[in-house]
Protein backbone atom coordinates (compact mmCIF):
# COMPACT_ATOMS: atom_id res chain seq x y z
CA UNK A 1 0.00 0.00 0.00
CA UNK A 2 1.33 3.54 -0.93
CA UNK A 3 2.06 5.62 1.97
CA UNK A 4 3.72 9.11 1.63
CA UNK A 5 5.09 11.30 5.01
CA UNK A 6 5.69 14.60 4.79
CA UNK A 7 7.62 16.87 7.38
CA UNK A 8 8.13 19.13 8.88
CA UNK A 9 3.67 19.53 9.39
CA UNK A 10 4.72 22.93 10.32
CA UNK A 11 7.35 25.24 9.46
CA UNK A 12 7.87 28.56 11.10
CA UNK A 13 10.47 30.42 8.38
CA UNK A 14 11.87 33.76 8.62
CA UNK A 15 11.66 35.93 5.49
CA UNK A 16 14.86 36.07 3.57
CA UNK A 17 16.08 32.50 5.20
CA UNK A 18 15.79 29.16 3.35
CA UNK A 19 14.22 25.80 3.93
CA UNK A 20 13.67 22.05 2.80
CA UNK A 21 10.44 20.38 3.12
CA UNK A 22 10.88 16.44 2.84
CA UNK A 23 8.06 13.88 0.98
CA UNK A 24 8.62 10.48 1.59
CA UNK A 25 6.90 7.21 -0.17
CA UNK A 26 6.59 3.72 0.63
CA UNK A 27 6.71 2.24 -2.93
CA UNK A 28 7.08 3.00 -6.28
CA UNK A 29 5.40 5.56 -8.24
CA UNK A 30 6.11 6.74 -11.35
CA UNK A 31 4.90 10.63 -10.54
CA UNK A 32 5.20 12.98 -7.32
CA UNK A 33 3.24 15.94 -7.38
CA UNK A 34 3.23 19.06 -5.34
CA UNK A 35 0.60 21.12 -4.56
CA UNK A 36 -0.23 24.75 -2.03
CA UNK A 37 -3.21 25.15 -0.69
CA UNK A 38 -4.04 28.59 0.87
CA UNK A 39 -6.79 28.54 3.69
CA UNK A 40 -10.50 27.98 2.35
CA UNK A 41 -9.04 27.22 -1.16
CA UNK A 42 -8.63 24.64 -3.42
CA UNK A 43 -5.26 22.91 -4.28
CA UNK A 44 -3.11 24.67 -6.74
CA UNK A 45 -0.48 22.31 -8.79
CA UNK A 46 3.47 23.33 -8.38
CA UNK A 47 4.83 20.76 -9.47
CA UNK A 48 4.77 16.94 -11.09
CA UNK A 49 7.92 14.95 -11.21
CA UNK A 50 8.17 11.83 -13.42
CA UNK A 51 11.79 10.76 -13.28
CA UNK A 52 14.40 10.38 -11.12
CA UNK A 53 16.67 13.58 -10.58
CA UNK A 54 14.01 15.65 -11.91
CA UNK A 55 14.07 19.10 -10.62
CA UNK A 56 11.81 21.64 -11.26
CA UNK A 57 11.89 25.68 -10.07
CA UNK A 58 9.56 28.36 -9.98
CA UNK A 59 10.62 31.39 -8.29
CA UNK A 60 12.02 30.64 -4.86
CA UNK A 61 10.30 27.04 -5.27
CA UNK A 62 12.14 24.12 -6.55
CA UNK A 63 11.31 20.66 -6.21
CA UNK A 64 13.35 17.39 -7.05
CA UNK A 65 12.51 13.65 -7.32
CA UNK A 66 15.07 10.38 -5.77
CA UNK A 67 13.01 7.74 -6.80
CA UNK A 68 15.85 5.31 -5.06
CA UNK A 69 15.83 6.86 -2.15
CA UNK A 70 11.86 7.34 -2.98
CA UNK A 71 12.15 11.07 -1.23
CA UNK A 72 11.00 14.13 -2.55
CA UNK A 73 11.72 17.67 -1.43
CA UNK A 74 10.65 21.03 -1.81
CA UNK A 75 13.26 23.93 -1.44
CA UNK A 76 12.17 27.39 -0.57
CA UNK A 77 14.84 30.20 -1.30
CA UNK A 78 15.07 33.00 0.56
CA UNK A 79 11.16 32.97 2.05
CA UNK A 80 8.53 35.90 1.65
CA UNK A 81 5.20 36.43 3.42
CA UNK A 82 3.62 35.37 0.40
CA UNK A 83 4.67 31.73 0.39
CA UNK A 84 2.81 31.41 3.71
CA UNK A 85 0.46 28.37 2.53
CA UNK A 86 0.10 24.44 3.22
CA UNK A 87 1.78 22.62 0.90
CA UNK A 88 1.31 19.44 -0.22
CA UNK A 89 3.28 16.65 -1.95
CA UNK A 90 1.51 13.24 -3.33
CA UNK A 91 2.38 10.43 -5.09
CA UNK A 92 0.59 8.46 -7.66
CA UNK A 93 -0.63 4.74 -7.51
CA UNK A 94 0.80 2.28 -9.67
CA UNK A 95 -2.32 2.41 -12.15
CA UNK A 96 -2.24 5.89 -12.24
CA UNK A 97 -6.04 6.00 -10.80
CA UNK A 98 -5.98 7.51 -7.35
CA UNK A 99 -2.98 10.20 -6.05
CA UNK A 100 -2.04 9.65 -2.20
CA UNK A 101 -1.25 12.70 -0.28
CA UNK A 102 0.83 13.79 2.56
CA UNK A 103 -0.29 15.46 5.67
CA UNK A 104 0.85 18.62 4.30
CA UNK A 105 3.16 21.15 5.75
CA UNK A 106 1.82 24.56 6.65
CA UNK A 107 4.51 27.20 6.31
CA UNK A 108 4.03 30.66 8.18
CA UNK A 109 6.60 32.72 7.15
CA UNK A 110 7.54 36.13 9.79
CA UNK A 111 9.33 39.07 8.76
CA UNK B 1 -10.52 27.93 -21.16
CA UNK B 2 -13.09 26.96 -17.99
CA UNK B 3 -11.21 25.06 -14.79
CA UNK B 4 -13.53 22.21 -12.88
CA UNK B 5 -16.37 23.54 -11.30
CA UNK B 6 -17.85 21.93 -8.43
CA UNK B 7 -21.54 22.60 -6.80
CA UNK B 8 -22.51 23.44 -4.53
CA UNK B 9 -19.67 25.39 -2.82
CA UNK B 10 -21.45 25.15 0.38
CA UNK B 11 -23.89 22.84 1.80
CA UNK B 12 -25.70 21.70 5.53
CA UNK B 13 -27.16 18.70 6.07
CA UNK B 14 -28.49 17.36 9.32
CA UNK B 15 -27.77 14.03 10.16
CA UNK B 16 -29.49 10.83 8.79
CA UNK B 17 -29.99 12.78 5.35
CA UNK B 18 -28.39 12.10 2.15
CA UNK B 19 -26.47 14.58 -0.39
CA UNK B 20 -25.21 14.74 -3.97
CA UNK B 21 -22.11 16.83 -5.34
CA UNK B 22 -21.40 17.85 -8.42
CA UNK B 23 -18.36 17.86 -10.46
CA UNK B 24 -18.23 19.11 -14.32
CA UNK B 25 -14.80 18.31 -15.55
CA UNK B 26 -12.69 20.72 -17.52
CA UNK B 27 -12.90 20.00 -21.33
CA UNK B 28 -12.15 17.23 -22.69
CA UNK B 29 -11.00 15.66 -19.51
CA UNK B 30 -12.64 11.83 -19.10
CA UNK B 31 -11.35 10.64 -15.84
CA UNK B 32 -12.85 12.66 -12.47
CA UNK B 33 -11.38 11.78 -8.84
CA UNK B 34 -12.84 12.54 -5.56
CA UNK B 35 -10.93 13.10 -2.41
CA UNK B 36 -12.13 13.99 1.25
CA UNK B 37 -10.60 16.55 2.77
CA UNK B 38 -10.36 17.03 7.07
CA UNK B 39 -8.08 18.33 9.77
CA UNK B 40 -7.68 14.95 11.03
CA UNK B 41 -7.20 12.85 7.60
CA UNK B 42 -5.60 14.87 5.63
CA UNK B 43 -6.86 14.58 1.86
CA UNK B 44 -8.12 11.14 1.40
CA UNK B 45 -8.69 9.36 -1.87
CA UNK B 46 -12.21 8.69 -2.74
CA UNK B 47 -12.94 6.57 -6.11
CA UNK B 48 -11.74 7.37 -9.74
CA UNK B 49 -14.03 7.55 -13.04
CA UNK B 50 -13.22 6.79 -16.54
CA UNK B 51 -15.56 6.63 -19.27
CA UNK B 52 -18.38 5.93 -16.78
CA UNK B 53 -16.46 3.74 -15.21
CA UNK B 54 -15.34 3.49 -11.85
CA UNK B 55 -11.68 2.30 -11.60
CA UNK B 56 -10.41 2.84 -8.32
CA UNK B 57 -12.23 3.18 -5.02
CA UNK B 58 -10.73 4.37 -1.70
CA UNK B 59 -11.14 2.96 1.82
CA UNK B 60 -14.16 4.67 2.57
CA UNK B 61 -17.80 2.70 3.54
CA UNK B 62 -20.13 1.84 1.22
CA UNK B 63 -22.73 4.72 2.16
CA UNK B 64 -20.36 6.98 -0.28
CA UNK B 65 -20.72 6.39 -3.86
CA UNK B 66 -20.30 8.10 -7.47
CA UNK B 67 -21.14 7.80 -11.17
CA UNK B 68 -19.65 9.60 -13.99
CA UNK B 69 -22.45 10.49 -17.01
CA UNK B 70 -21.35 10.43 -20.94
CA UNK B 71 -20.38 13.54 -20.82
CA UNK B 72 -17.60 13.54 -18.14
CA UNK B 73 -19.66 15.31 -15.76
CA UNK B 74 -19.69 13.37 -12.00
CA UNK B 75 -21.62 12.91 -9.01
CA UNK B 76 -20.81 11.44 -5.56
CA UNK B 77 -23.58 11.15 -3.41
CA UNK B 78 -23.15 10.30 0.74
CA UNK B 79 -26.32 8.52 2.29
CA UNK B 80 -27.00 8.69 5.85
CA UNK B 81 -24.99 11.54 6.91
CA UNK B 82 -22.86 11.54 9.98
CA UNK B 83 -21.22 14.31 11.89
CA UNK B 84 -17.75 12.91 10.96
CA UNK B 85 -18.61 13.31 6.67
CA UNK B 86 -17.76 17.37 7.36
CA UNK B 87 -15.80 17.85 5.13
CA UNK B 88 -14.22 19.87 2.02
CA UNK B 89 -15.01 17.81 -1.51
CA UNK B 90 -12.68 18.38 -4.05
CA UNK B 91 -12.82 16.82 -7.36
CA UNK B 92 -10.15 16.51 -10.20
CA UNK B 93 -9.92 16.13 -13.57
CA UNK B 94 -7.50 14.84 -15.66
CA UNK B 95 -7.27 13.96 -19.40
CA UNK B 96 -7.00 10.64 -19.35
CA UNK B 97 -6.27 9.35 -15.95
CA UNK B 98 -4.07 5.95 -15.24
CA UNK B 99 -0.69 6.11 -16.41
CA UNK B 100 -0.76 8.20 -19.05
CA UNK B 101 -1.40 11.69 -17.37
CA UNK B 102 1.01 13.84 -15.82
CA UNK B 103 -1.61 16.67 -14.74
CA UNK B 104 -4.78 16.60 -12.37
CA UNK B 105 -6.64 20.01 -11.90
CA UNK B 106 -8.76 20.69 -8.79
CA UNK B 107 -11.80 22.23 -8.46
CA UNK B 108 -13.05 25.20 -5.89
CA UNK B 109 -14.42 22.25 -3.84
CA UNK B 110 -17.88 21.26 -1.78
CA UNK B 111 -17.78 22.52 1.83
CA UNK B 112 -20.32 20.13 3.71
CA UNK B 113 -20.78 20.22 7.01
CA UNK B 114 -23.15 17.67 8.57
CA UNK B 115 -25.06 19.00 11.47
Known amino acids: ELKVEQNPLFLSMQEGKNYTIYCNYS?????LYWYRQDPGKSLESLFV?????AVKQEGRLMASLDTKARLSTLHITAAVHDLSATYFC???????????FGKGTTLSVSS | KAGVTQTPRYLIKTRGQQVTLSCSPI?????VSWYQQTPGQGLQFLFEYFSETQRNKGNFPGRFSGRQFSNSRSEMNVSTLELGDSALYLC??????????????FGQGTRLTVV
Open chain 1, 27 to 31: TTSDR
Open chain 1, 49 to 53: LLSNG
Open chain 2, 92 to 105: ASSLRGGAWDTEAF
Open chain 2, 27 to 31: SGHRS
Open chain 1, 90 to 100: AAANQAGTALI
